[in-house]
Structure formats: structure tokens, C-alpha cells
């Protein structure tokens, strides 16, 4: 027997209206995935059997962190659903010079627990039956400065000078850490100190892609190129 | 002198502000841009003078036709939005077995006019010039019948029996119709009446897809795949 978490007890009871004897799907968040059977629920909980283990979706054999400037208002809402649906294994939020929004502002907010639960949802949605890592908003330096040991790209706007690689001339990686800019993209400063740092200017088409929907396109567009198991 | 659009000269005197002197950028949805100067405005509309013709964003050099199931509430114009990002040149929406709306209360609700302003609008925020042709919506056996010319590619969802193939798996196009199913997939039968009509599937990783998500994803995968321009 397994308690629910109280999301979820909440989610089963309250919002789906199951009872005792139903079946469910339970997932661990780190890759496993059984089906169960709904025991007891009450207002503070749900208690469910575990069966058989299940096949949940494969993950992608390449380990895809996805470095995301927090959008305006609710927009990065969409981009962590997004994210868990392409298989990202963990999610660093940062802020930069042009974003409209502050750490502080989205710490009191607690809106990485929401995220949190975008990312639940989405791998019930998507089949998933594991949870990327969603770090705390940091800072855009912190970030330049983590997952050193991946190859680390950084989309740039179409037309930006120097010199840019697509995911098709670079050979598949282990780990791949992939950098996304606010509305509006990098300063030059921001694209500067990134290159410092050893992110590799990423292009992707000619065209100017929305913030949100970016992250979309970079992860697609290297699963297509690399393996997806 | 040239006459704007009565919808696009309402979006620069209403709700823009614009006046006579203001620079302003005009395409003619053909492939072609200038700036322009705009001369007179009115409660009917607007006068523009073109200027030097400018570069717009480049078409990919594969043809993209993509034929996508009519989705629930408003999601199709989503999906219009981001296929005028990724450079598509015709839009075909269909209505398929699963789905919950029907071609003629689309049309009775003027859907494709609408379909039209949302291409406009993407086409202005990516820099695109070239405006696709939404076709009016058919039924999916209509559209199964067309785009013989070009490879055509039906997305299934992971799981999916048979042959699949994935776009690196795929020389490059000259044309490529890409058939994207409602929210719960296509039936058994719409799978082999595609499958018999010459359409190829094509698989996209092991994650179930968000219908309004999967004609970015499939279309960011092709371009990573083949060449854009």
C-alpha cells in the first residue's frame, strides 16, 4: 500500500471523483511506472495497491538540459509542459538583462513548485514516467557556468554575425545543454560572455522563432538529428 | 502610393497610433518587402509610399504543405501561427473521424478568413514575407488524395505497428506533406486508408505528442534534417 501524494489524492478524489476498487497509473518520477488500484480516499488522502510494472515512453538516450529565460507572465508555464513532453532531464530556469521578471519576485511566487506541477502533468499527459530536475531561478552568469561537461549551445537569432553550427554538424553528444533567450534575445554582452563561457552559438532556420516556442523547436530539431534511444 | 488592407490599416491608425511621416514595413505575402512611408490615414484607411525594396527572412528550400486535423476551441490557430514560423507554403485542415467540429460550421463560422489574419500576424512577428495558402477545410479522405507529387508523411504516435520511418531516415524532398491527426490520433482505419493512398508513417520520438505540438515538433525536425535554404 502506498500513500498518494496530496496533489494527487486531491486530483483522484476531488477532480476525477474515483473510489475504492479503481484503477489507476502510478508513477515514481524517476522511471517507473505500475499499474494500481485505488484502496481508500478520505479529505486528506488517497491510498493506493501497486500491480504490474508498466513500460512507460523511453527516454531519449541523449541527456537534454534546457536553460530557459522566464518568460513574461505565464509563458514559461508552456515551456516546462513542452520540455517534459520532448524528454528534457532537467529545466534551469534564469533571468536575464532584458527579462521582466526578478528571482526574488518568482521565489516568492513559489512558482518553481508550479512548474513542479506543470511537469507532473505533462508526463501523465505524454506517457512519461519520469520528472526532470527544475532548479531555482538563477541568475544568467550561474548558468553559463554549470553543466561544463556538456555540450553547451546557445540559440542565437537568425542573421547573428560569427560563426554558428545546426544540430546537424555537431556529432551526437552524451549530454547536451541547450541555452534559450528572453523575448527579444541576448544582449550582446549576454551572447558574449556566453561564448567566453564555451557555449557554442546554435541556429536554427532562417526565420525569427516566438520565445515560447523555441525551446520546442531546439529540442526537436536535435532529436531528429541525434538518437532518440 | 499604394492602399493598405482595411485590416491592416485599422491595426496601424486604431490601434497603433501611426500618423502621415510614420516608417512602416509593407509585404505583399508573395515573397516580397519594402519600407514604406506612410502618407494619409482616415476612418477608411491608409496610404502608404514604398521605399527600398528590404531582405526578408529566407523560405526553406523544401516545399512544407502541412495537413492538419481541425482541433478543438481556438488551437487550430495555434498551430496556423507556428506553420507560418516554420515556413510552411500551404496549410490543408481537415476534419477526421475524431473530430468534434464539422467543415461546414467551420466555414458558416468564416474559420479560414481567421486562419488568414493569424497567418498575417505570424508572418509580420518572424520576419516571413510569404504568406501560405490555407486551403478551405476538406474532409481527411480529400486531402489523403492530394499532394501526390511531394513525399507525404503521416505522424503516428509512438507504439504504432508497422513500418515507420523517422525524417533522418528520409533523403531530402523536393516537396513534403506532412498529415498531423486530431487530439487521439487517427483511427485504425484512417492509418490504412493513408497507408493505401501512398502516405508514409513517420514516427517522432517514444513520447506521446500534444496535438497543438506536433506539427512544430515534426516540422522542426524535418528542417534539422534537410536543408533549409
Redesign the interface.
Known amino acids: 500500500m502506498l500513500d498518494v501524494p496530496a496533489d494527487e489524492a486531491g486530483h483522484l478524489v476531488r477532480v476525477l471523483r474515483l473510489g475504492p476498487g479503481a484503477a489507476v497509473r502510478v508513477f515514481d518520477g524517476r522511471g517507473r511506472e505500475w499499474d494500481a488500484t485505488l484502496r481508500a480516499t478520505s479529505k486528506q488522502g488517497a491510498v493506493v495497491e501497486l500491480g504490474v510494472p508498466r513500460a512507460s515512453?523511453?527516454?531519449?538516450r541523449v541527456h537534454y538540459t534546457l536553460a530557459v529565460a522566464v518568460l513574461k507572465g505565464d509563458a514559461t508555464d508552456d515551456v516546462v509542459r513542452?520540455a517534459v513532453?520532448?524528454?528534457v532531464q532537467a529545466i534551469r530556469p534564469f533571468v536575464s538583462v532584458r527579462a521582466e521578471v526578478r528571482a526574488a519576485a518568482l521565489e516568492r511566487a513559489h512558482r518553481r513548485e508550479r512548474w513542479e506541477r506543470v511537469a507532473t502533468a505533462s508526463a501523465k499527459?505524454?506517457?512519461?514516467a519520469v520528472l526532470p530536475v527544475i532548479h531555482e531561478v538563477a541568475d544568467l552568469s550561474a548558468v553559463l557556468a554549470s553543466d561544463g561537461d556538456a555540450l553547451r549551445l546557445l540559440l542565437v537569432e537568425?542573421g547573428v554575425g560569427g560563426t554558428t553550427a545546426?544540430?546537424?554538424d555537431l556529432a551526437e553528444p552524451r549530454a547536451v545543454s541547450l541555452a534559450i533567450g528572453p523575448e527579444g534575445g541576448w544582449t550582446a554582452d549576454e551572447a558574449a560572455s556566453a561564448v567566453g563561457a564555451g557555449w557554442q552559438p546554435l541556429r536554427?532556420?532562417?526565420?525569427?522563432?516566438?520565445a515560447e516556442?523555441a525551446p520546442?523547436?531546439?529540442l526537436?530539431?536535435?532529436?531528429?538529428?541525434w538518437s532518440?534511444?
Do not use: I, K, N
Open positions: 515512453a523511453p527516454e531519449p513542452d513532453m520532448m524528454g499527459q505524454c506517457g512519461r537568425p545546426q544540430p546537424r536554427l532556420g532562417g526565420r525569427v522563432l516566438r516556442a520546442l523547436v531546439a526537436a530539431a536535435c532529436q531528429a538529428v532518440e534511444t
